[in-house]
């Protein structure tokens, strides 16, 4: 039998559901019930209430957010390599450094974090709806991390004072894009459309015609009647863009855009993980219900 069989028919008798981010290779997005960001993807796990459990084919921050809130079913990460290094850059012990420097400033906090840095900050928010999350708050300032890209890129829109924290937190993936390439690409493409998430540096959001998170990326590919795109952001996306739109042509703004973290994620690990229920990731209390409230707190601002 084949793997990606051998796969389906666990899933079915262990009543499991697979999760895989925008990020995974094709053949993980292929086998997965669903496809989409780290946050979209644990509202959809909520959702199958016949679900035992979860595989979540991501990084560690994304399996935490869904065990904090699917707090009755088993999660698995089929690596327990996969680690975002932008999420390790903010530690407990910098946010509370920060809030003695603003105490009275409240602290937005990135999804892309350990569940022990969002048990310490005010609300969470996602690269999509951080400009709404941030524009909701009574407050002028904010305290933002990890991404510095992401903290510049809301204050822009908001006019709030954003501070990052830490000073200089970012991805190492989308840091690899720079507007040259874009520049080359244009030249053999000019009416290529140019999507840029907001994790790319300042220089890259400012050749970009269309900023946004993968989820945002998505739904403007498909309603946008251009094309071709030029895309900066992790080449994961391009598979389900490909996919769901087979009559436009998708462009990677840089070749060598691929996160390693979330690629360890292969079919073979999904089986073993499934087949031998390893790799659980659990959230102990206080920090599950702490992270919990700040995770809430982020769908009541946003009404979803
Ligand atoms: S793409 Fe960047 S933010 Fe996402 S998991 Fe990889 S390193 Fe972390």
Same mark, same amino acid.
């Given at each position: 039998m084949e793997l990606t069989e051998k796969i389906l028919k666990l899933k079915r008798e262990k009543k499991a559901v697979i999760l895989a981010h925008n990020y995974q290779r094709s053949e993980v997005q292929d086998i997965a019930d669903y496809v989409g960001d780290s946050v979209e993807l644990s509202r959809k796990a909520m959702e199958e209430e016949d679900a035992e459990i979860i595989v979540f084919a991501a990084v560690d921050f994304m399996a935490e957010t869904a065990a904090i809130l699917n707090p009755s079913k088993k999660v698995l990460l089929p690596s327990t390599g996969a680690r975002c290094p932008m999420a390790q850059m903010l530690t407990v012990d910098e946010i509370k450094r920060?809030?003695?420097?603003?105490?009275?400033?409240?602290?937005?906090?990135?999804?892309?974090?350990?569940?022990?840095?969002?048990?310490?900050?005010?609300?969470?928010?996602?690269?999509?709806?951080?400009?709404?999350?941030?524009?909701?708050?009574?407050?002028?300032?904010?305290? #933002?991390? @990890?991404?510095?890209? &992401?903290?510049?890129?809301?204050?822009?829109?908001?006019? /709030?004072?954003?501070? $990052?924290?830490?000073?200089?937190? #970012?991805? @190492?993936?989308?840091? &690899?894009?720079?507007?040259?390439?874009?520049?080359?690409? /244009?030249?053999?493409? $000019?009416?290529?459309?140019?999507?840029?998430?907001p994790e790319c540096s300042a220089e890259m959001r400012r050749v970009a015609d269309f900023i946004g998170s993968t989820s945002q990326m998505c739904r403007y590919a498909r309603e946008n009647p251009e094309k071709t795109f030029i895309v900066a952001t992790e080449e994961g996306l391009l598979h389900r863009l490909r996919k769901e739109n087979p009559d436009k042509r998708f462009i990677l703004a840089y070749e060598g855009a691929v996160c390693p973290n979330m690629k360890l994620n292969t079919l073979e690990r999904i089986y073993l993980a499934l087949k031998e229920e390893k790799h659980v990731i659990t959230v102990p209390e206080p920090i599950a219900s702490k992270a919990r409230k700040a995770l809430e707190k982020m769908f009541e601002l946003t009404g979803h």
């Open positions: 920060w809030k003695v420097l603003y105490p009275l400033v409240p602290v937005v906090l990135y999804v892309n974090t350990l569940a022990s840095a969002k048990a310490y900050c005010d609300v969470c928010c996602t690269s999509a709806n951080a400009v709404d999350v941030i524009d909701a708050l009574d407050a002028e300032t904010v305290l #933002f991390g @990890p991404d510095r890209n &992401l903290a510049e890129y809301v204050q822009e829109k908001t006019g /709030k004072t954003v501070i $990052p924290i830490p000073e200089h937190g #970012f991805c @190492p993936t989308h840091l &690899l894009f720079h507007p040259e390439e874009v520049h080359v690409l /244009k030249a053999q493409y $000019p009416k290529a459309v140019v999507m840029v998430h």
